[in-house]
């Protein structure tokens, strides 16, 4: 990396505003392509944000891309398989085998791992990437789009060809933007902690020590249980629904008594240390860019629920194909901008169907309960691997 890096009259010079994963898969796959870099981030340093993350194979084809994968594969756990529980009767109800089907059809490992983990491997490779420049503690000028332009090419020394806001659900990038979203709370609370095996003593043998990822389907509510690491360690994450509009401040076993489920699931619940409680925010549906020279990627963009752990995914997709969209057209980057929007938004709205479907599932009540246990109970393995061959097989060549 070079602070004071020159580039020539035919190379693109882009400013990420965010350090998350979107602006840094952005930032690698666009200095990949020639271009200079320059990436905004208000914290002072890139510490622990969040949780686990799942990975699924369309987000990890890409990493595998951008040469990150042996520097992964030492952080990243990849599950056997995805097994649908109900919560009630802790009875396994379908079983997805992930780990096969990853590789043998979507040509990618699925693996779980910590967000830092990630976001440190990333920053690495920033880092270690000449036509790359990290800014940490940067203060940008958010009073409207000229002045945040004018101040990002004052501290760049260079008018950028683009700006991409990459900075998260509460982007400051998208409140200068015109017509885009805004945030939302999606009225549902994600409760998250590590489990030993001591704590998942209660639950069957096929629960308690499995490198597989569980599905406690319940009513209004699901709990997931995921390798953390080599060790017997779970991350569990607990949704529940919140009714009202803005979150609830609730305690964690006052939110566990509310719901109907097995007594051993609940023990496993209250075993809870360090717990952590996120409210689950959205972003509604606008323009993602302002027909010239700025966009919004990731959750800036379009921050959505979690029912198909596919955030991360999203996030990362965003960040690649944008760069090589931009970077390989001969066409003007307003141009791309819409097009990039056009194809993105086509996707996300398939992602989002899945997701919304995935939460009736998870959480379904009285007979469509019992209706789905009976469909999903005589559907194979395979067949429900192949359902999800258009997420999972994603290239940014389709």
Request: aromatic share 6%; charged share 20%; glycine share 8%.
């Amino acid at each position: 990396m070079s602070e004071g890096s020159t580039s020539n009259e035919n190379q693109l010079n882009i400013a990420i505003v965010g350090a998350g994963i979107a602006g840094l898969v952005s930032a690698l796959t666009m200095s990949h392509a020639g271009a200079h870099v320059q990436i905004f981030e208000k914290a002072e340093e890139l510490t622990e944000i969040g949780a686990s993350i799942q990975l699924s194979p369309n987000a990890t084809k890409i990493l595998q891309t951008l040469g990150l994968e042996d520097a992964l594969a030492k952080l990243w756990i990849e599950p056997h398989s995805v097994k649908l529980t109900d919560a009630q009767t802790l009875r396994i109800i379908a079983e997805v085998p992930i780990s096969e089907l990853a590789k043998n059809s979507w040509g990618a490992p699925y693996a779980v791992l910590r967000r830092a983990d990630l976001q440190h491997v990333l920053h690495q490779a920033v880092s270690a990437d000449e036509n790359c420049t990290l800014h940490l503690s940067s203060n940008l000028n958010f009073g409207g789009p000229n002045r945040l332009s004018n101040d990002i090419s004052g501290k760049m020394g260079v008018k950028p060809d683009l700006i991409i806001g990459a900075d998260g659900v509460w982007s400051s990038v998208r409140k200068v933007m015109p017509l885009t979203g805004h945030p939302k709370f999606g009225n549902y609370i994600a409760w998250r902690f590590n489990a030993d095996l001591s704590a998942r003593a209660h639950l069957p043998p096929e629960i308690s020590s499995s490198r597989s990822i569980h599905v406690l389907m319940g009513a209004s509510n699901h709990t997931a249980i995921y390798p953390a690491d080599d060790n017997g360690n779970s991350n569990v994450i607990f949704v529940t629904r919140d009714k009202n509009d803005k979150p609830e401040t609730i305690k964690f076993d006052k939110a566990i008594s509310r719901y109907d489920m097995h007594p051993n699931a609940v023990h496993m619940l209250q075993s809870a240390t360090q717990l952590g409680c996120w409210p689950i925010n959205q972003v509604t549906d606008g323009t993602w860019n302002n027909g010239r020279d700025m966009v919004l990627i990731g959750d800036a963009a379009h921050a959505m629920m979690p029912f198909s752990a596919q955030g991360a995914a999203m996030a990362i997709e965003d960040g690649y194909l944008l760069s090589k969209m931009v970077t390989d057209s001969p066409y003007q980057i307003s141009d791309m901008l819409q097009s990039f929007e056009k194809k993105r938004k086509i996707r996300l709205s398939k992602v989002k169907s899945r997701t919304a479907f995935n939460r009736f599932a998870y959480h379904a009540i009285g007979p469509i309960k019992w209706g789905r246990n009976l469909v999903l109970s005589r559907k194979s393995p395979q067949s429900l691997g192949r359902g999800l061959d258009w997420l999972y097989g994603w290239s940014a060549d389709d």
